[in-house]
């Protein structure tokens, strides 16, 4: 490990060494060469081979040198993007994975300014255990990926949804009132159960268990999880969504 962690910067530096080196030399032929092909003509008086060398070369040079600098730029701003992308959403779902969504939530419960009522939600997918045994893995994150499809077609604009567990999702609903939460847990609920979804030609049924909680005053992320995780196992079946009132 030692000896290819060495031998990387020696091939590194070799590259960025022998580019200059090369173009430089390159540079220098093709100015060269130019000039002395205009010697050879006696149709150019020496202002004009002059003006002639002082267009071409910069023209020959520059035009493919930016075009690659501008070509190098849009690839770096893709990567970064693609990087900034993995590390703040769920590759599987698309959803915000679970480190980013709990401090997007904790961050807007310590702001000192702004809406602090809302609710927060806790969406279990049911019967992914069984989708994964009789039909393999690969459906069982097909379930997710149209699950959590499922979910963002049913929630606000302002809300917030990140997979907060192998098969368990979060949503924030800043400012919602306990009517609003119950009618966003319902949409989920009627979405995720008209999904269309038959594993090697089998029809099965998708359905989920909610619960949450509705709060007077932001709460920390941990704070809501509890409260919302506790009612969601007294849950026992898939028919409503259950939410509780704390006053703080």
């Not at 849009?74 to 769920?90: A, C, H, K, N």
Request: aromatic share 8%.
């Amino acid at each position: 490990m030692t000896t290819k962690a060495q031998i990387a910067p020696v091939q590194t530096w070799k590259h960025i060494v022998w580019l200059p080196l090369l173009g430089t030399a390159a540079c220098l032929g093709l100015s060269l060469g130019l000039n002395y092909l205009l010697l050879l003509s006696d149709a150019l008086t020496p202002f004009g081979r002059s003006v002639v060398t002082a267009t071409l070369v910069p023209i020959v040079i520059s035009l493919p040198l930016f075009a690659l600098l501008g070509w190098k730029q849009v690839e770096i701003r893709r990567y970064r993007q693609e990087l900034t992308r993995s590390g703040t959403y769920d590759r599987l779902t698309g959803c915000l994975n679970g480190a980013v969504f709990t401090s997007m939530v904790d961050r807007r419960a310590a702001r000192p300014a702004g809406p602090r009522s809302g609710a927060f939600l806790v969406i279990h997918p049911e019967h992914l255990a069984s989708i994964n045994l009789r039909f393999g893995l690969g459906w069982g994150d097909e379930a997710l990926r149209l699950i959590a499809s499922a979910i963002r077609s049913s929630v606000r604009k302002e809300d917030l949804i990140g997979r907060i567990g192998n098969s368990m999702f979060g949503v924030f609903l800043p400012g919602a009132t306990k009517q609003d939460a119950k009618e966003v847990g319902e949409r989920i609920r009627e979405a995720v159960g008209q999904i269309y979804f038959a594993p090697k030609g089998e029809k099965d049924v998708l359905a989920i268990r909610a619960g949450g909680v509705v709060f007077e005053h932001e709460l920390a992320f941990d704070d809501m999880y509890r409260s919302a995780e506790e009612l969601l196992l007294e849950v026992q079946d898939d028919t409503n969504v259950a939410l509780s009132q704390i006053t703080n």
